[in-house]
């Protein structure tokens, strides 16, 4: 079993930047992938970024291209989210994924992780 666990999560005014942190542990010799995700009240749940473990190559959802930024360190286990320019339609509760199994192209779809934090909630008021 895989155990995730997010931090980082607040309120902040547009414009404002926040980082989210998710340590991974338990049984992480098996760790391929971790993304973010986030449900914006009364929304589906839409990927928003996700980086491949053991080269890094990042992938990012439209709406935050330019503006978030992913990135691992490797030795801890954890995946961070530098939010900067934050707008109130990036108010959601966020969570982190990990993907458990080998893949051939790093998955952007929330059925292709196996693992995921408790979430954490990012309010941006404007």
């Known amino acids: 079993q895989v155990q995730l666990v997010e931090s980082g999560g607040g309120l902040v005014q547009a414009g404002g930047s926040l980082r989210l942190s998710c340590a991974a542990s338990?049984?992480?010799?098996?760790?391929?992938?971790m993304g973010w995700f986030r449900q914006g009240p009364g929304k589906e749940r839409e990927f928003v970024a996700t980086i491949d473990w053991n080269t890094a190559y990042t992938r990012y959802s439209d709406s935050v291209k330019g503006r978030f930024t992913i990135s691992r360190e490797h030795g801890k286990n954890t995946v961070y989210l530098q939010m900067n320019s934050l707008k109130p339609e990036d108010t959601a509760v966020y969570y982190c994924a990990l993907r458990g199994r080998n893949f051939a192209w790093v998955p952007t779809a929330g059925s292709e992780y196996d693992y995921w934090g408790q979430g954490t909630q990012v309010t941006v008021s404007s």
């Open positions: 338990g049984r992480t010799f098996s760790l391929y992938a």
